[in-house]
């Protein structure tokens, strides 16, 4: 699991109770299990019971997966077998680029749709004023008109925690900020300016040899390629498995050559 991916995730399992909000009008009743026990070993990003008694997925997505349609569905089916209910579904997108997920599945028998939601559509200020951390570290991938009022406010928001809450939070922070570069660059700014009273492994730290070096950045671009690769690979066994699709299609959809696949399907 990406960096980014692994830290998306912790911040989600805790709920930023104000952005489940704004993305279904209700408020949240409880955390339900979002780990599936079967063969794929699958766990959505995050599952909620909400006020109504309905069930709410959400997955966090930081690039334009064509094949987002078969896993939410897969998700959708396990979520209705385990809860007998059939969820609300939304994608957040998170990612720099234009968001292109499909959000629908049109086939002569079958018939599906979920919602598709740009984190980036979202107003920062609705979310640095929640009062709930998670809200406050994600709403640095929202769409941030005044940066240095914004810095100001999350900064405010970091100050109250204890010294272990604000490293683990201003670590989030900084990973996350990575997928907004522009944004990435005025926080290092601000965080240097401020002389933000924090303390923070160095090897985090925005200041540190300028954001780290080169050789880390093409290190973690190589790791999250070779973590998207073993994702596909698992998804396209299991869009195998559940829905009957034909091995040379399956090559064709997801870009996997044919002799990964059948050496896959011979180890299960």
């Not at 911040?11 to 979002?34: A, E, H, M, R």
């Not at 596909?232 to 044919?258: R, T, Y």
Request: net charge positive.
């Amino acid at each position: 699991m990406g960096a980014y991916d692994k830290t998306l995730r912790e911040l989600f399992q805790n709920i930023p109770v104000k952005l489940i909000q704004l993305l279904t009008g209700q408020k949240i009743s409880k955390l339900i299990d979002s780990h599936f026990p079967k063969v794929e070993e699958r766990e959505a990003d995050l599952v909620v019971e909400l006020e109504n008694g309905e069930i709410f997925h959400l997955e966090i997505q930081s690039n334009n997966d064509k094949n987002m349609p078969r896993r939410m569905l897969y998700y959708a089916l396990a979520i209705e077998k385990l809860y007998k209910k059939f969820p609300i579904q939304t994608v957040l997108y998170v990612g720099i680029e234009k968001n292109n997920i499909k959000n629908f599945i049109n086939l002569p028998r079958l018939k599906y749709n979920y919602k598709v939601v740009d984190i980036k559509e979202i107003n920062c200020n609705i979310l640095i004023e929640s009062e709930f951390i998670e809200d406050n570290i994600l709403s640095i991938l929202c769409n941030i008109e005044n940066s240095d009022k914004f810095f100001e406010k999350l900064n405010k928001k970091l100050i109250y925690l204890n010294n272990k809450q604000r490293e683990d939070y201003l670590r989030k922070l900084i990973i996350i900020s990575r997928l907004r570069p522009n944004i990435y660059e005025k926080f290092k700014n601000y965080y240097k300016e401020h002389k933000m009273p924090f303390t923070l492994d160095k090897k985090y730290d925005p200041l540190y040899k300028e954001g780290w070096n080169e050789a880390w950045n093409e290190a973690w671009s190589e790791a999250w390629d070779e973590a998207e690769k073993k994702r596909k690979i698992k998804d396209a066994l299991i869009v195998i498995s559940k829905f009957g699709v034909s091995i040379d299609e399956v090559v064709k959809e997801f870009n996997i050559p044919k002799e990964t696949i059948l050496k896959e399907l011979n180890k299960t």
